[in-house]
């Protein structure tokens, strides 16, 4: 199991890492390959610093709700090259990327961290 402080840093490292990796893997041309990981990647932070775990600012939305949006996030990721027909072109990083953030979310735990 994941601890939700740990959780947090994998949180802030994949949004950062999805922000950017168009420009680092190549394939920043302005279409939803591009797009989609940079909004998701700004969703996980802005989220993160609302979650009610150790590393929020805000605190304001529960870990349960939180963990939900990380698989339905990264279902979408994962899914993405063949949902909007960009797999020809790269589909690598948003399968990897997006398998990992169900896989974290789904080993997280759950119960609410003794002290925020």
Do not use: C
């Amino acid at each position: 199991m994941i601890d939700t402080k740990t959780h947090g840093i994998i949180d802030y490292v994949t949004g950062a890492l999805l922000i950017i990796a168009p420009y680092l893997f190549g394939f920043a041309n302005g279409g939803v390959q591009q797009w989609l990981p940079q909004l998701l990647g700004a969703m996980i932070i802005v989220m993160s610093l609302m979650t009610k775990y150790e590393l929020s600012a805000a605190k304001v939305i529960p870990l349960k709700a939180h963990l939900s949006v990380d698989v339905l996030g990264g279902v979408l990721l994962a899914a993405s090259p063949w949902l909007f027909g960009f797999a020809d072109a790269v589909w690598w990083p948003h399968l990897l990327v997006g398998l990992m953030e169900i896989v974290v979310a789904l080993m997280t735990k759950r119960d609410r961290p003794q002290r925020l």
